[in-house]
């Protein structure tokens, strides 16, 4: 809390206009957190993405890992990825974010970068599979990375840093209006993993 505005973190808007972005900071202590980096990276089951951009096949460094409810088929990069399901940590991570934010999420995408030359290009989650407008909690553990967004008419951006622990929602108009990225850097030498809890919506899947 900020002594001059007697909101608390968690309330204020980090976008100026068209979306919503939460910042809660850390829900957890820093070795609490610390336990969680160690869990996720030994029990996930990472594989390099695999994307297909301008008809050519992309193997990132950066590794990724898919869990759901049901066995979700989802769709992004133009390849087609199946959810495993939850393992024990997940299902606690996702009741906390279900807890702190006021939605529900059915699925989980995972990023783990090893250091701080891994990181995302501006995008945005904006996938058919997805709830239109659906909140996408963002929770973090490991190094901490600077997060940014960009509005796609003004381009102004807005930076924030994610920290060991911590949750932050984005929702809304937000992935209609504004890309978000993990810039690289050069000053983190250790690894991050990021959650990001979401709602698929149910379809006829074969
Ligand atoms: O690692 C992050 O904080 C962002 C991940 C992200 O934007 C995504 O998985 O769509
Ligand atoms: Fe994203």
């Known amino acids: 809390m900020d002594l001059f505005n007697d909101q608390p973190e968690s309330q204020i808007n ?4 068209n979306g919503t972005v939460h910042y809660y ?3 957890m202590t820093q070795s609490e957190a610390h336990d969680y980096l160690n869990k996720l990276l030994e029990t996930i089951a990472w594989k390099n993405d695999e994307a297909i951009i301008f008809g050519k096949l992309i193997i990132t460094k950066r590794k990724v890992a898919w869990y759901g409810d049901s066995r979700f088929k989802y769709t992004y990069s133009n390849t087609t990825k199946e959810a495993l399901p939850w393992t024990n940590e997940l299902l606690q991570l996702k009741a ?5 934010t006021g939605e529900t999420y059915n699925s989980c995408l995972l990023n783990l970068y090893h250091d701080g030359s891994e990181g995302m290009a ?3 989650d904006g996938e058919k599979d997805l709830k239109k407008n659906g909140a996408i909690a963002s929770m973090s553990f490991g190094a901490e990375r600077k997060f940014a967004f960009k509005s796609k008419h ?3 951006t807005i930076t924030t840093i994610l920290q060991n622990g911590s949750l932050l929602v984005m929702k ?3 992935q209609t209006h504004w890309l978000h990225r993990l ?3 050069k000053l983190v030498s250790k690894p991050r993993v990021n959650l990001t809890f979401r709602t698929i919506v149910m379809k006829e899947q074969p």
């Open 96 to 100: 906390l974010a279900e807890e702190t």
């Open 122 to 124: 501006w995008h945005s």
């Open 14 to 17: 980090l976008l100026p206009h």
């Open 172 to 174: 809304d108009e937000t």
């Open 154 to 156: 003004t381009k102004e």
């Open 25 to 27: 900071g850390a829900l």
């Open 183 to 185: 810039p690289p850097t």
